[in-house]
């Protein structure tokens, strides 16, 4: 097929257990794929106030047209209504999930309705099959279920397979999806509206291949980009040791939220530093497809078997600075081997890790300040830096056994309003905080993006020069700088590239790219369509209820009694950015 071939979106209804394609070539077009391309048909497809855990409720699946074509080219796109916020769900994962979706020569996947058995999907160049998934019910997420399905489904070209553990099953409101074992739609909750379909899982192959007007200016272009990717200091950086490299800088300027943000610096962090991990633990590396970086980290754990203190068993275990922060410094665990547990733990089980180490980190609090008590928690005891209590808490949130862990289930935003204890749940717009305290730009982006999420805009990055210049926090420049760079990265998840890649794909570099699969569009139009998308995802968020107000968007307290790297974060000064974050999306104050 053409390189430039982005038309068809396959629609599946589980009621029915039927599929259609529709080719929709005008919607490719003017919004590339991908994100563009998902929050239009999620538009169309979810109904105003679903139920994000009820049918109507629709998973978009999106590729764009750099997928599968050009390096970090990898990621894939997923749009719902989460049931963690209650609006704007998307999340993005490697793996081989992009580029198997676009070798089977679609665009988009709309998946609605409700199975009346646990199903999962085989979609491939021959169609879509539906699959009973009795046997798998019951099942994690991680090597289990992935080598069933491959063994019964053989071998169909470039594969991936989604899956979700118990936690989805079990509706916990940030239960992610697992492809390729290492890589996840992590978080906003996309496995808890699989579960909510009794949909475990998806395999997609495809076995198409892209043909070129002109092969050789294609493979000019690639080699140019693949030498940039292979000796860009900052790539050899995320493949030597990862965003694990993150810890020691964030520990020392003030930066690394500890024990629910009670402090800024962590006591742990040389053990759990991405240099000791790479040296003490690393077992391997490993790549998306279309990848030359490889920046997942594998960790070795040697595990004794029980009565057979000379035998081990081995394994492995992916780490970044996201689990380390969530799991590591949130919850005082200094120990490698006990992160190690907790991780494994958590995806084995199906969790987004960094809602999973909040909620641990807000309940620790909370129960220390008689918020809650044994009793609520079935006589487990949460402390800092008690891995085997974390363990027990872990496997309780999924299996939901009373009040408490069904609560907490939901996230801190439902917990803390039902227990107390708010003004210390470190949640933005219902999503769990990231893990960066850098100061006011970084929290600014977690509330006005639109995922919430620290790689929408990377307000944290702003903080970190400003410090590194002694320059105070300016809200009107960090309102500027949010938009602008959540604008563009609307354009690169809709080709859909990895954000590790943005400081190499320019808009220049996207035009160019864009030449070769002969189309036109300039920067500036780039530039507006990706302000169009934003927009757009925006107002879906309203039309489900979001507000950028004070009353609806709270500022936990505890991020303004922490010092920060610029400082003690300024209330006023958040809400000043919030304010000219609003008017730049062009909505009334």
Not at 398 to 427: C, H, I, M, W
Not at 467 to 494: D, G, M, T, V
């Amino acid at each position: 097929m053409k390189a430039n071939e982005l038309s068809k979106v396959l629609h599946i209804d589980l009621n029915k257990k039927n599929f259609w394609v529709e080719d929709r070539p005008d919607l490719f077009q003017e919004y590339l794929g991908g994100a563009g391309v998902g929050i239009q048909l999620l538009k169309e497809e979810c109904p105003k106030d679903a139920n994000p855990l009820g049918e109507n409720n629709p998973i978009i699946l999106a590729v764009g047209l750099f997928n599968g074509v050009f390096p970090l080219g990898s990621k894939m796109v997923a749009m719902f209504k989460s049931p963690l916020t209650g609006n704007l769900g998307e999340t993005h994962a490697g793996g081989r999930c992009g580029v198997s979706l676009r070798m089977v020569g679609l665009g988009a996947v709309i998946i609605k309705g409700k199975s009346d058995i646990p199903i999962y999907l085989v979609i491939n160049n021959d169609g879509v099959k539906f699959r009973d998934a009795s046997a798998l019910w019951g099942l994690n997420n991680s090597l289990t279920v992935g080598r069933i399905i491959r063994e019964v489904e053989g071998d169909l070209g470039v594969r991936t397979i989604m899956r979700i553990g118990k936690a989805g099953e079990k509706i916990v409101r940030y239960a992610n999806v697992m492809t390729e074992t290492y890589r996840h739609f992590g978080r906003l909750g996309l496995g808890a509206v699989f579960g909510s379909k009794l949909l475990k899982a998806i395999q997609i192959s495809g076995k198409n291949s892209f043909s070129f007007k002109s092969p050789k200016a294609y493979r000019d272009f690639y080699d140019g980009l693949f030498k940039q990717f292979t000796t860009s200091p900052l790539m050899k950086k995320y493949h030597e040791i990862g965003t694990a490299m993150n810890v020691l800088s964030l520990n020392q300027s003030k930066s690394l939220p500890t024990k629910n943000l009670l402090l800024n610096r962590f006591e742990g962090a040389e053990n759990l530093s991405g240099e000791a991990l790479v040296k003490n633990y690393l077992g391997k590396r490993v790549a998306c497809a279309h990848c030359p970086v490889a920046c997942i980290h594998i960790a070795n754990l040697r595990d004794p078997y029980e009565n057979e203190p000379y035998f081990y068993k081995t394994k492995p275990i992916g780490y970044d600075y996201e689990l380390i922060y969530s799991v590591g410094s949130m919850l005082d665990i200094r120990s490698p081997e006990s992160f190690l547990k907790l991780v494994d733990k958590i995806e084995a089980l199906g969790v987004d890790v960094m809602s999973m180490g909040v909620c641990l980190a807000w309940a620790t609090e909370a129960m220390e300040k008689g918020l809650i008590t044994k009793a609520d928690t079935g006589g487990l005891e949460l402390k800092w830096g008690d891995a085997n209590s974390y363990l027990k808490a872990i496997e309780q949130t999924v299996s939901q056994p009373n009040d408490f862990f069904k609560t907490l289930a939901q996230g801190t935003r439902v917990a803390s309003k039902k227990y107390g204890g708010e003004e210390f749940a470190l949640n933005f717009g219902g999503n769990e905080m990231p893990g960066y305290h850098t100061g006011m730009a970084g929290h600014l982006g977690f509330l006005v993006s639109a995922r919430h999420s620290h790689l929408d805009g990377a307000g944290y990055s702003l903080d970190i020069k400003n410090a590194a210049l002694n320059k105070a926090p300016n809200p009107n420049e960090a309102a500027k700088y949010l938009f602008e760079e959540e604008s563009w990265r609307q354009i690169l998840s809709s080709l859909v590239v990895c954000y590790f890649a943005r400081n190499i794909y320019t808009p220049e570099l996207v035009v160019k790219g864009l030449e070769i699969l002969e189309i036109q569009r300039s920067a500036d139009q780039l530039k507006k369509l990706g302000e169009k998308i934003l927009r757009e995802k925006n107002a879906f968020k309203i039309r489900e209820g979001f507000s950028f107000e004070k009353e609806f968007l709270t500022i936990p307290k505890r991020i303004l009694e922490t010092e920060s790297a610029l400082g003690f974060v300024k209330e006023d000064d958040i809400r000043e950015g919030i304010k000219i974050f609003k008017e730049l999306l062009g909505f009334k104050s």
